[in-house]
């Protein structure tokens, strides 16, 4: 496998489930030496989650592959021991636990950084490491909840509702390698490492932007408005004959297109629908008049007909259709394989970056559990095997 971009930086990745795992996937797949650091009883808690392939979560596969991993008893103090030798020779720690918890365990980031002072310390939590609420626990539900993304998600006469995906913890994970990153750039000038502390309230509070700008600008408290965008139209999806579809008419330019293709130039000048802010307001009736037209096509003909003619439209893809879609899954690659180890082959999801002088691509299997403990503890440490027997005899690893 060819270097990556974090060729050489090491990673020690204490994180469970998904924020922060997700974080230590994304660094792996473009180089990093990624240790995953594991409690021997049990490892990861997705270990157990589905789905399942011959009894192995493939949920564990997918955020954990390009890793090594190792097992180690934080509690115990020979493990302890040990940890502090890998911090001394990383350049990266990262984890998700409640705040407070590295403290209580004595591994803490000020005692981290007396250890190893260029040392960056990554953390990822519900509330983060300041404020009333940071001793919380904290999930990807309660982010999305508190941050505000499931009060405006939803039809008007329906529910808050969380999106279908982990937004929060893919969120927090994002925004904890972006901060890692950071850090590493201003460690290469200065040398000193730093402390990166990122809440998944946080995250989603900061990707609401517009959002949160409109009430901020008027005192107006947005509200849940389906698939509509507040702040032009027709942006919203749109029924075919056969499915869903999406129009994204989003100025001046683009509607007059959409006119034209539908047949009704005179739209064009109709006053209702001038300007943006006049199609947003009277969005009722735009959505009635493309509707008309919409479900008298295909999907496809729709896409077709829009697209070619330079106005953005797309299908609904349901999730079948999204992973053999020719230009996500056949030209971005976004699907690639791993041989993983009792399962077989996998298909995977890949990472969004695509660069131009390296890869940033699953490298290598999800390990099991304590697998690369020799390698690391004993090779890389330089731990005898005698060592390494006691560890494990006692239960440190």
Known sequence: MEKGLLEGVIVLDLGRVLACPYCGMLLADMGATVIKVENPKGGDDT?????????????????????????????????????????KKADVVIENYRPGTMEKLGLGYETLREVNPGIIYGSVSGFGHTGPLSRRAGYDIVGQAMGGLMSTTGWPDGPATRSGTPLGDVLGGLNLAVGVLAALVNKQRTGLGEKVDVALVDSVASAMENITMIYQATGRV???????????????????????????????????????????????????????????????????????WTKSHTIEEVDRLLNSAGCPASPVNTIDR??????????????????????????????????????????????????????????????SEEELKELKACGAI
């Open 222 to 292: 947005p509200q849940r408005i389906g698939n509509r965008y507040e702040s032009t139209y027709p942006y919203d999806s749109f029924p075919a004959l056969d499915g869903d579809v999406i129009v994204a008419a989003g100025n001046n330019k683009l509607f007059g297109i959409l006119c034209d293709v539908m047949g009704k130039p005179e739209l064009k000048t109709d006053p209702r629908f001038a300007e943006v802010k006049d199609r947003v307001a009277n969005h009722e009736q735009v959505r009635e008049l493309v509707s008309a």
């Open 322 to 383: 999204m992973v053999k879609d020719p230009q996500i899954a056949g030209a971005r690659g976004m699907f690639p394989e791993i041989d993983q180890p009792g399962i077989g082959k996998l298909a995977v999801t890949a990472t969004a970056q695509k660069l131009t002088r390296t890869k940033s691509c699953p490298r290598k299997p999800a390990p099991g559990l304590g697998e690369d403990n020799e390698r690391i503890y004993g090779q890389w440490l330089g731990r």
């Open 47 to 87: 270990r157990k989650m589905g789905p399942f392939i011959n009894d192995n979560s493939v949920y564990f596969a997918n955020f954990n592959r390009s890793k090594l991993g190792v097992s180690l008893n934080l509690k115990d103090p020979k493990a302890k021991e040990l940890f502090l030798d890998m911090v």
